[in-house]
Nanobody, 126 residues
Framework: QLQLVESGGGLVQPGGSLRLSCAAS????????IGWFRQAPGKEREGVSW????????DYAYSVRGRFTISRDNAGNTVYLQMNSLKPEDTAVYYC???????????WGPGEYPYWGQGTQVTVSS
């Protein structure tokens, strides 16, 4: 059974860092493009960062560009989101999602992803 599990969330002070992990089981993650999305209370789910299945293409939402870095370890079947210089407005539940792909194409929209993890809470507060 195809499953994604996020981890690494928690409470951090403004300016701090967290590294989120998205571990896959039941399938080979290197055949899938990955997106990180987040949803804050009362807000719509928004895209944060994306990486192609080959890892050669990445993209970031304007609000996190220069602070977040997405990477993938296909041998370890895991995708990471390194989050630095965190701000209170980064507080949200963060989800990773997967879509089958065999190219450097990036899938930006949440509706393009059929597989989702359960989410991990990130809270940035002093």
């Amino acid at each position: 059974q195809l499953q994604l599990v996020e981890s690494g969330g928690g409470l951090v002070q403004p300016g701090g860092s967290l590294r989120l992990s998205c571990a896959a089981s039941g399938f080979n993650l290197q055949a899938y493009a990955i997106g990180w999305f987040r949803q804050a209370p009362g807000k719509e789910r928004e895209g944060v960062s994306w990486i192609s299945s080959r890892g050669e293409s990445t993209d970031y939402a304007y609000s996190v560009r220069g602070r977040f870095t997405i990477s993938r370890d296909n041998a370890g079947n895991t995708v990471y989101l390194q989050m630095n210089s965190l701000k209170p407005e980064d507080t949200a539940v963060y989800y990773c999602a997967a879509v089958a792909s065999n190219s450097d194409y990036i899938f930006w929209g949440p509706g393009e992803y059929p597989y989702w993890g359960q989410g991990t809470q990130v809270t940035v507060s002093s």
